[in-house]
């Protein structure tokens, strides 16, 4: 009976103070833990285990440490009683989950840790028969277990999704169990059950495989059906969910998706007029269901993916099933929620893109809403006349737009050409062409903005672009001027907002790129020319003048880097490079093109093949400049002149009088280009790492202010002991030698996550040092440009001293690399001793453990003695602690000076390197040939170098 008023009291809170009240609590807690062990009465248990699911709630840190082993002890032995096996999951559902703020606490009480339940969580699963043994009980039809199980399994994979899934893997015959939960007819076990897989299923693609092969993706086809397809609840948002889980990023599931003929069964799902001939209403809900089915859609066909014909097959599926022609009237369909029709514009636009046929079905298709105009007119239409349409609308309508002209040359052609003048035209009649033309002059930022970016679309060949030079606009005065010179004229007006200006930019980049006639024409407009020049110039105050500045920039630098250009005008490419190289001068064009790649709105353009919301940069404005602005800023550096520089690596022409190396050359450079790519991942990467360290530091000190509050709980607890020799341990000092072992593992974890990050630097560096060798001999097997004329005497004199400085830096390599090698030794031996020192405090670790268990069996022998003996325990491992901490500074500060000499050294080696790699290009660039000699020394000297090698790669790089 007192036992009884005991717990209860605790429960209620009662007792007083808030000691007696815990220390009551961890004491009924422990109590009936003992109970459920060991009674052998069933109600006995069953009462314990309930017992333990009420005093879970309040005492969650006594029941997880007490009672977890007993709770899962007592499900295994007493499986056949429900009722035990329900309250034992129940109590350890409330253990690892998280406690709301406040809940069983006083005011003036700390929060909850919110790690705890991971802690708990974490010790549960290191066991995976813990795992196991719950997706047995599965197998279990009576809800008071199926049901926690299911709500248990939940929480630990939220909790430690990575090792759950591992547990699950290890399991044979897990998965079936877990789908079996979709056919349960308790609705609330199969909804608990769909949250369970979709955490399960998370970026783990062998599970992702097992479920979609096992039935899944069907059933749940199945229940989308039963919950009435998007008229349905979160019950269809859940499956919708898993479905796009299960098929995003995973080739073998998108197959087999296809394979089984479930193509067909989503197109039911856009049916939203089924029976009564009205659309149902437009819930919350609803939307939410559509937009995830038309993300599952796009997750088939997103431009992303690496395998183009699994793109194609699904396109195709898609077209023949109906999904994409049902999408295409709903895109011309009123009364759709506006975030459905973006969506549905999206998903359109990824079926368009790069499919011929699909393409022309979308093209030649009729809708009764836009009568007998063509689906091109009409949507061009859509674009450029309602300057009131949503925005994120116009952009969707762009990205449909843009997909069905990709690659698509004949519709491309057949739209520059409406904007020619055509004998026999109806006054009335209006063009795609003129729709285009009229949005591109309307005033609307955003209008002007779109019809630029339509207008890119139409000229992917250089056909196009030089047809599009003679449209002639009509002025006030009743003369003409072209397109070209206008679209400039207007680009230069600082009235207009400055996303109409970008959009201008973008459309003349896009023209004079690989159109020499274009080029031609621009340089021959004197009013043109001067606003590209000072738009460089001029030092920008505000974010907008940034942008134009670059732009104009990439424009200049275009006219530039064409071939075959007739100058007529007053501006030649000549003249154009010295007001570029003297004037406007190399550091300002650098910083102006620096300064669009470093921008915000540059780095979002490049996640998406869609328009972004911002309208300054799109997609492929993106590509041109990463394709031309490197060529541009060595064309002003005067590393390039106007004959020898290089055609994109696109252009399949070539100038007549451009030398037979040049596509050797071109394609010489892309391979560096993407070497260079490379090299940058790789030193993303050792950023990432030294960040990790970093953190991995930043614990260690974390580490030694607990191993401080050791020490004073230590010696806390000599005082103590003499005066309570005659008394049984105290749970206090328990709980420090328990502390002490955790900063003992602590330090022997940080010591191997150490070892594992220089092992990694090591791999990295040599993946560095492979693409170096890569680059190296792509550049000696490159032909080196032929001398036109004879070598007059300064370029041999200049040849010497450049031979002679050679050989100096090449001397000064080997001995920093010899530096390098010794102190690389001198690391190794740091790292050997860091290991030894780590099984030196595993071995403290097993004698302070070996010495906690002698002092028990003291204790529990006799207690006169027990006081000294703790002593001189205490005292042997306060000085082997001392000891090892003062070793363990030691060699963390030889480890940072070492880790500061390495960097110098490298950044020694880097700078020689680039000097090395300077001189070598400006023999080259002389049309001077490097000696055999000098480049069998290069190569060994890089046998000998790989890591000076590396990171010199980098520098050069940035270069």
Known sequence: MSFLTK????????????GPAEADGAEAVERLASRLQSSTLI?????????LKGLSKQYKVEVGTQGMDVLVSAVEKDRSDPEIVANCLEALLTVMSASPAGEGKKEDEPPPDSDLGVQFTEIFVKRQENVAMLLGLLEEYDFPVRWPTVKLLTTLLTNKTSRVQECVLESPGSVPL???????????????????????????????????????????LEIIAEESHSDGGIVVEDCVTLLLSLIRSNSSNQSYFREASLVPRMASFFDFTPEGGEM?????????????????????????????????????AFAQCGVFSTLCKLMFTPNIDQTVTVEIMSAVAELLRGNTSNQNLFLTMTHPLIGQQSVLVATIMSLVTDDTRAIDLRLGTLYCLQSALLHN????????????PQEGQAPSGVTAGQLLCRGLFSGNEVTMWCSSAALVACIETPANKEELIRVQLSVADGGTVSLLHQAAILAARKDLPCRARAGLLLLLSHWLHECPAAVSKLLASLPAVQFLTSAVEEQPDSQEQIIIRGLAALVLGLCLLAKGVTATGEFTQESLLEIAQR?????????????????????????????????????QYVQLFKLTSDNVIRMVDGQLDIVSAPPSPSSGRRSPDAPQTSTHIMEHDAVVASYKELIRDQDGQLISMREELDTIKQQRAREQEERADLTRQLKELQLNQANEVDGPPRQDQVNGGANVAEVLAANASMSQQLQELTASLASLRQEKAALQTQLQARQD???APTSSSQVESQQAAALHAANQELDQLRHAMRVAEQRLHEERETSARRDEEVVSLSGRLQLSEQQ????????KAHFADTQDEDGQDLKEVLVKLKASKEDLSRRFAKLNDSQKTLQSEQEDLLVLLANQDVKLEKWRQRLVTNGLEVSEDEDDDGDDDGDESDEGGSDSAGDEDEN
Do not use: C
């Open 848 to 855: 302070r453990e070996h010495a906690q268990a002698e002092l």
């Open 178 to 220: 877990l789908m079996d939960l979709l056919s349960d007819n308790r609705e609330i076990i199969r909804n608990d059950g769909l949250l369970l897989l979709s955490k399960l299923a998370s970026r783990n693609t062998q599970i992702q495989r097992m479920v979609a092969f096992s039935g899944g993706m069907e059933r749940l």
């Open 781 to 783: 097997t490159s032909p």
């Open 280 to 316: 149902s209403p437009w819930t919350p809900q609803k939307v939410r269901n559509v937009i995830l089915m038309l993300r599952l859609i796009r997750a088939f066909i997103s431009p992303i993916q690496s395998q183009a014909q699994s793109t194609a097959t699904a396109q195709q």
């Open 583 to 619: 004037r406007i001068r190399a550091e300002n064009f650098s910083e102006a093109l620096s300064a669009i790649s470093q921008s915000e709105l540059y780095m979002r353009a490049t996640r998406s093949f869609s328009p972004p919301a911002e309208v300054i940069f799109d997609y």
């Open 43 to 51: 109600e006995d248990r069953r009462d314990a285990a309930r017992g």
């Open 7 to 18: 717990g209860i009291s605790a429960v209620l809170g009662g007792g007083g103070e808030g």
């Open 409 to 420: 040359e004949p519709v491309q052609t057949q739209i520059v050409a409406t904007l020619m």
